[in-house]
């Protein structure tokens, strides 16, 4: 397959994935395998598309996050919404940090593909459950959290750094049970993708720019692109959809993919 087909497949696979609670890593990593890339500069090539779906949220909700930049001399709101993202990110930074080493290793591991699946299905499950059984919500706004809250979503955010579970799933799970509502754990969950991938970003590109090749670089644009549109479409609709559906239809992905990646693995063909 061309390199520019694939590219555009993944940055389609990132932008549509980052934002809703299916793994977006997962799913990149799973569709990587599929596609035979087994070339080491896909796997840099992932992370500098991470940054166009990061993107899409800026540009989605500047004039709201822009307020609260030149808010924050005089307006207590906006700093404590600020402090509020900051809590939240602390922990998965510090995990992040403690044990890249460790998570490089383990993504790649040759059992990594089942872990992912066994990981899509199990988090489906308790997705399903969440949605329908959790508290009713107590806190309505995702600008206005709680400190408390915010730093208890940031440590359901380090199980993200398990293969298959997702950042934006975590973190809006936490939410639920915490007693955010829907709506407000969708927006807060991408409040808080800005820094956690940024910081990710500029972690694995300092280790790895030296094996970035700049032939790539009309390939890593296409996926760029592709990831920040495809990301666009998917932060615009999502807070509606999930006003209206709620998470049951992510949760049945989850399970499905699932399903069909084990089957994919362990099936005699």
């Known amino acids: 397959m061309a390199d520019w087909l694939s590219a555009i497949i993944l940055g389609l696979v990132e932008g549509l994935t980052e934002f ?7 799913h990149l990593l799973l569709t990587k395998i599929a596609l035979g890339l087994t070339d080491p500069t896909w796997d840099t090539f992932i992370v500098l598309i991470q940054l166009g779906a990061v993107l899409a949220v800026v540009a989605l909700y500047f004039q ?4 609260v930049v030149i808010g924050l001399p005089t307006r207590p709101e906006a700093r404590r919404f600020a402090l509020s993202v900051i809590i939240g990110c602390v922990p998965a930074f510090v995990a992040g940090l403690a044990l890249h080493g460790v998570i490089k290793h383990f993504f790649e591991n040759p059992f990594l593909p089942p872990v992912i699946c066994v990981s899509l299905i199990l988090g489906g499950i308790i997705l399903l459950v969440v949605d329908k059984k959790a508290p009713a919500p107590r806190e309505l706004d995702g600008m206005a959290l709680s400190l408390k809250t915010a730093l208890m979503i940031g440590l359901f955010q380090c199980l993200s750094l398990l293969p298959g579970v997702s950042r934006s799933g975590s973190t809006i799970v936490g939410s639920m049970l915490l007693g955010v509502d829907r709506k407000a754990a969708a927006e807060f969950s991408f409040f808080m993708a800005i820094p956690i991938m940024v910081g990710a970003f500029a972690l694995d590109l300092l280790k790895s720019y030296k094996d970035i090749d700049p032939s790539h ?5 296409i996926g760029f692109v592709v990831s920040f549109l495809s990301g666009l479409v998917v932060v615009k609709y999502m807070i509606d959809f999930v006003g209206k559906r709620g998470f049951t239809p992510f949760a049945w992905w989850r399970i499905i993919v699932g399903v069909i990646g084990l089957g994919l693995i362990y099936v005699p063909h």
């Open 20 to 26: 809703i609670p299916v793994s977006s890593t997962g």
């Open 64 to 67: 709201r996050l822009w307020a």
């Open 217 to 221: 670089a009309g390939t890593i644009a």
